[in-house]
């Protein structure tokens, strides 16, 4: 048993931020901090005193961490950044927030709004239907005299057509102790970092935008969730053969909040058991029962639709990368000022032409125009030489899909919509959004500048009317797109041959390329690293920093001089015994690393590897710390300086071998797309969702009792049910008393903590 705890954190804004720049601006971004040590840089967002965010992170922690903290920095390119404020968030704070507003309906959910009574005046919220987690983003003023006493009372309900609406609860607000409250979601204002900033510049500092939800999850033994995976696998692989129908029935349970964490629980628990494209299958039929207009296929946020985009990420991200990086990186490099809507030209953005004479309008759209052509035709390009690189789980996903979707729509006026259907996943939920926001799929290590945004917003239109089959609805939205439609045709026409060729795979054709590509064995990390491997007690200067191309894999760390050259391994990945950072005086940069670990005799080693930013330094100790978890000989403490002379420059120890002066962070891990599943945690969340809505499921089940005896629980523990979903009750009960008596039997196991930033 142990106790995995999750924290969730949205950094979304700030704003009203003061100027650190000499242009009466600043160059904010974010720095995370657990316990003192940066995990999390953010993207800069230049020349801004109200700076919008909007990332996701999510971080491994072990228990007993103490405190995250929020930097606000200002970015300068010829000094040091300024710290312009931080916000500090003990872990009790966060322990202590409140949870989930209560289910008060039949269908497990509630329709709430706030009531706000001050001073005898009342005002009310909108009423957000079905939800227990509920955003209203709304703003009410109340005159507020100076010195008043009174409070503010802050109520939720839930509304209710018949009855009487049910009260959930409220919080009375002192007025004069609001001021200096500091809540776990909304605005912080910002407070001076008490090293570095004067006592002048607290109060004036603006706010950042924050939201902070801790989660504790206690994982049983695999046992335990056995009789949970077994029933849920048996529902997927009867399909729509099953009586039970559970995973209709969970759909029909969750509501539109949890459906994304729901949908990908499921998925990544039934991609452990080899049964992902079963279960995206059995979701395909199931919308296509319930879908009778083909312009609505898909285009809600259903389960399959949800479930759909986490496998794509999980299983399809490193093809993505591999088609999308190129263009996107050269959409960056290039820079160009390109748009196509008229009203928005500004021929000031673009320079001359020539040596005097300015753009006009009608050249600054022929020009983007060509760039937009350019970047789409060899976006498709790749896109169609891409087929065998595709995994082959994906391939098989849509292959099912289109046969799916044939077979219900099957006539020729419908021939497109197969390819619509898979383009509706390919396109508009994976490819478009990836080139709107290719940070967020780690395409970019940083956001992109106001004229890239256009330039990829545009493109990202242009591939989305492509994936639209160039319908006349997609045409008509924006006819100044037109400029691209003699590209954007040709494009469909190599789309639907890629989609043809692309859902060609037959069953062994599909198990012979998965074998095949599951012998080549990725990389878990590659990239290029500045190493130095200290040697006796030579001086280790900065300038020693050699530069090669490394990788990592589930084997070794090795190395090359290039990408294509021969590697060379470094360290084996049973031998390594820490992954750590170096402190910043040691080689004159916060961003070098080391890997301690043995030689093939047994001696102790080090290897000192320089990123070149925190964000690539915290990716680089996450992927090692991740692929050596399971070692033998971990090592509990380290120096975080190095060995020069006769002692360490950290704690000026002289014995080299001796206990370290710090703890190792071994299980400091960033959360990624390619991670290892856990299956056990998977599970867990599961069964938590069911039992959210288990009051739901009761109520299903009495009604099928009243229409079918046979439907009916079991009166006595021997009695073995008759149905799937007492089956499933069956088992929700026993994992519900496994909890207890872990509890209460069972001395608790050291906890992972899981903290994750998003938007």
């Known amino acids: 048993m142990a106790k995995r705890s999750s924290l969730y954190i949205r950094i979304v804004e700030g704003k009203n931020l003061p100027a650190k720049d000499i242009n009466g601006s600043s160059d904010p971004y974010c720095i995370v901090k657990v316990d003192n040590e940066p995990i999390i840089r953010t993207a800069t967002v230049w020349k801004t005193l109200c700076p919008f965010w909007g990332e996701e992170y999510q971080v491994h922690l072990p228990p007993t961490f103490h ?9 300068d390119a010829l000094s040091r950044d300024d710290v312009i404020g931080k916000v500090c968030l003990p872990r009790d704070t966060l322990a202590s927030h409140p949870k989930d507003l209560a289910p008060k309906d039949r269908n497990g959910a509630s329709d709430p709004f706030v009531r706000v009574r001050y001073k005898g005046r009342t005002q009310e919220t909108s009423i957000v239907k079905k939800s227990c987690y509920p955003r209203w983003n709304e703003t009410f003023e109340f005159e507020l005299e100076e ?20 009260f959930l609860g409220k919080v009375v607000i002192d007025i004069q102790r609001l001021q200096v409250a500091q809540p776990e979601e909304g605005w912080f204002r910002l407070q001076p970092d008490q090293t570095k900033s004067r006592r002048h ?60 964490d729901v949908a990908t629980n499921l998925l990544k628990l039934f991609l452990g058991q080899g049964l992902a494209k079963d279960f995206l299958d ?151 959004p990836a080139i709107m926001s290719p940070k967020l799929f780690h395409l970019r290590e940083r956001h992109a500048d106001a004229r890239t945004s256009r330039t990829l917003l545009l493109l990202a239109k242009a591939v989305q009317n492509v994936g639209n089959m160039d ?47 599951s012998l080549q064995a990725p990389p878990v990390k590659e990239g290029p690293l500045f190493i130095h491997r200290t040697k006796g007690k030579g001086p280790l200067m900065s300038s020693s920093f050699k530069k090669l191309y490394f990788f990592l894999t589930t084997e070794a760390l090795s190395f090359a001089k290039t990408p294509s050259s021969k590697k060379s391994a470094l360290i084996k990945l049973a031998n390594i015994r820490a992954a750590e950072k170096v402190e910043e005086k040691s080689f004159g940069s916060s961003h070098v690393m080391q890997v301690i670990y043995t030689d093939d005799v047994g001696r102790p080693q080090t290897a000192y590897l320089q990123c070149k930013c925190v964000n690539e330094l915290n990716q680089w100790l996450s992927a090692l710390r991740k692929v050596s978890i399971n070692n033998t000989g971990l090592l509990g403490s380290y120096h975080p300086g190095v060995f020069r002379g006769d002692k360490w420059s950290c704690c000026h120890q002289k014995e080299k071998t001796g ?21 056990d945690l998977e599970a867990q969340l599961i069964y938590r ?37 007492a089956q499933l009750l069956r088992v929700l009960q026993d994992l519900r008393e496994a909890h207890s008596s872990s509890l209460a039997g069972s001395p608790p196991s050291e906890p992972n903590c899981l903290l994750e930033l998003q938007t």
């Open 471 to 517: 319908t006349p609805a997609s045409r008509a939205k924006e006819a100044w797109m037109e400029p691209l439609q003699p590209t954007v045709r040709q494009g469909v026409a190599q789309l639907k041959d890629f989609i043809t060729k692309l859902v060609d795979i037959e069953e062994k054709d599909e198990l012979d390329l998965q074998r095949t590509l």
């Open 201 to 260: 510049d607290e109060g004036n500092l603006g706010s950042l935008q924050l939201e902070v939800r801790l989660r504790d999850e206690m994982v049983l033994p695999s046992s335990c969730y056995q009789p949970l995976v077994q029933l849920l696998c048996h529902e997927v692989k009867l399909g729509m053969q099953g009586p039970g129908q559970l995973i209709s029935l969970i759909e029909e349970t969750t509501s539109t909040e949890c459906r994304q």
């Open 282 to 432: 059995l979701l395909f039929q199931l919308e296509l029962t319930r879908t009778s207009e083909t312009n609505t296929l898909f285009r809600s946020n259903s389960l399959a639709s949800k479930s759909m985009e986490s496998f794509l990420k999980v299983a399809g991200m490193q093809y993505l990368h591999g088609v999308l990086g190129p263009i996107i990186n050269k959409v960056f490099e290039e820079k160009k000022y390109v748009e196509l809507d008229p009203s928005k030209v500004e021929v000031k953005d673009v320079g001359c032409s020539g040596l005097h004479r300015p753009q006009t309008e009608a050249e600054v759209l022929e020009q983007s125009a060509q760039t937009l052509r350019a970047h789409l035709g060899a976006l498709l390009s790749a896109l169609s030489r891409s087929v065998r690189a595709c995994p082959a789980v994906v391939r098989a996903t849509f292959r099912q899909l289109f046969r799916r979707v044939r077979e219900r729509f099957p006539g020729a006026q419908h021939q497109n919509v197969p390819f619509i259907a898979v383009t509706s996943f390919l396109c508009l939920r994976f490819f478009s």
């Open 147 to 166: 010195g008043a006493t009174e409070v503010l009372c802050v109520e939720t309900w839930d509304w209710d057509l018949v009855s009487r609406n049910d």
């Open 659 to 679: 206990q370290g002066c710090d703890k190792t962070r071994s299980r400091v891990t960033l959360q990624e797309w390619n991670d290892p599943l856990d299956h």
């Open 67 to 75: 405190t995250v903290a929020f930097y606000v920095m200002d970015e």
């Open 689 to 725: 969702h069911l039992q959210g809505v288990e009051a739901m499921l009761w109520e299903r089940h009495r009604e099928l009792s009243r229409g079918a005896e046979a439907g009916t629980v079991p009166a006595s523990p021997g009695e073995a049910p008759k149905d799937s979903l």
